[in-house]
């Protein structure tokens, strides 16, 4: 079995910042790419940024420049670093992850999502 679990949403006024945290746990033997996800209401849920297991980073256009994707292999762990939020930064965020198993089997896996919300 394996779980992501997100931490780190909350309210902050345009122009903050937040860090986003998603540790993946279970039985897990190794992880590949790792990515946040966001889903805004009404909307299509949308890639926000992705990294692979060799640190190689990928950025939806709208968040260049202001949010920061990183992992550390050793806690399992991927972050997103979000500065300069806008209100049209509001959504749920989820942690997206390619999982291979103690049972050899690859699939991935989502969290449970964490609202972030960006308003005076």
């Known amino acids: 079995q394996v779980q992501l679990v997100e931490s780190g949403g909350g309210l902050v006024q345009p122009g903050g910042s937040l860090r986003l945290s998603c540790v993946a746990s279970?039985?897990?033997?190794?992880?590949?790419?790792m990515a946040w996800y966001r889903q805004a209401p009404g909307k299509q849920r949308e890639l926000v940024a992705d990294?692979?297991?060799?640190?190689?980073?990928n950025y939806a256009d709208s968040v260049k420049g202001r949010f920061t994707i990183s992992r550390d292999n050793a806690k399992n762990t991927v972050y997103l670093q979000m500065n300069s939020l806008k209100p049209e930064d509001t959504a749920v965020y989820y942690c997206?992850?390619?999982?291979?198993?103690?049972?050899?089997?690859?699939?991935?896996?989502w969290g449970q999502g964490t609202q972030v919300t960006v308003s005076s």
């Open positions: 997206h992850a390619d999982i291979q198993s103690t049972a050899w089997d690859l699939n991935g896996y």
């Open positions: 279970g039985s897990i033997s190794r992880i590949y790419t």
């Open positions: 990294i692979t297991r060799g640190i190689n980073t």
